[in-house]
């Protein structure tokens, strides 16, 4: 157990920072987001350095990007295919316009890179050190990436089955950068094609609860 400890303070303290941000500091002080960015990211770096993970190892790289690519290509259809029709059917498509689009995907890319980052590079091999086993350690990170969205029903669900997915995925084909664009292109299209009944604004946390739709 004593060999277990680094891994199991590593993830306490991913999952407290976490947490407290969505649920207690996020707003709550000049300079916030630009701190939480910090801390997510330095919690991880430092685990790495620790381990002597490399960035190849870990999936931060742009060598596979086509396996890589093609090991998800797939799931990632049948993943927007879904929101799609279920949104053509109920007639809540509110797509916006090209340019506000392409103004916004910088940040969608580097917002879902980010959250793919702390699923598959940093959580899933931590829960792999921990619980020795390639399913537990799979089950465990999309459970405590769901929890992440609470109290989004809808986020809930697709974050639980997704970052299963993203785990499958990454053990077969390391690529962050792929799993990023796939999860900014499925969350665009989720909150985009659905009706904001269902996705409350892709909101989570305290905001879930403030938004009106």
């Known amino acids: 157990m004593r060999w277990r400890t680094p ?7 991913f999952i407290a920072l976490v947490l407290s941000y969505i649920w207690g500091w996020h707003g ?13 990211f330095g919690i991880g770096v430092a685990s790495h350095l620790r381990r002597g993970e490399s960035a190849r190892q ?18 990632v259809g049948i993943a927007l295919l ?10 809540t498509w509110h797509f916006p316009s090209a340019e506000h689009s392409m103004a916004g995907l910088p940040w969608m890319l580097a917002w879902g890179t980010a959250q793919q980052y702390g699923l598959v590079c940093f959580l899933y091999p931590r829960l792999l050190e921990i619980l020795q086993g390639p399913r537990a350690a799979t089950l465990g ?12 029903p809808l986020l809930l669900a ?13 053990r077969r084909e390391p ?37 009106i739709s």
Not at 28 to 40: H, N
Not at 158 to 170: D, E, F, K, N, P
Request: aromatic residues 10%; glycine residues 8%; positive net charge.
């Open 7 to 13: 891994a199991l303070l590593e993830v306490a303290a």
């Open 28 to 40: 709550a002080f000049p300079g916030t987001s630009q701190l939480v960015v910090a801390l997510y």
């Open 58 to 75: 870990l999936g931060v790289r742009f060598d596979n990007w086509k396996p890589a690519l093609r090991n998800a290509a797939l799931v």
């Open 82 to 91: 879904v929101p799609l029709a279920l949104g053509a059917a109920l007639g």
């Open 141 to 152: 990170a999309a459970a405590l990436f769901a929890a992440f969205h609470v109290p989004n």
């Open 158 to 170: 697709v974050t639980l089955a997704a970052g299963v997915v993203s785990c499958v995925l990454y």
């Open 175 to 211: 690529n962050v950068f792929v799993l990023g664009v796939a999860h900014a292109t499925i969350s665009f299209v989720l909150s985009s094609a659905l009706p904001l009944s269902i996705t409350h604004g892709m909101r989570v946390g305290p905001g879930y609860y403030a938004f």
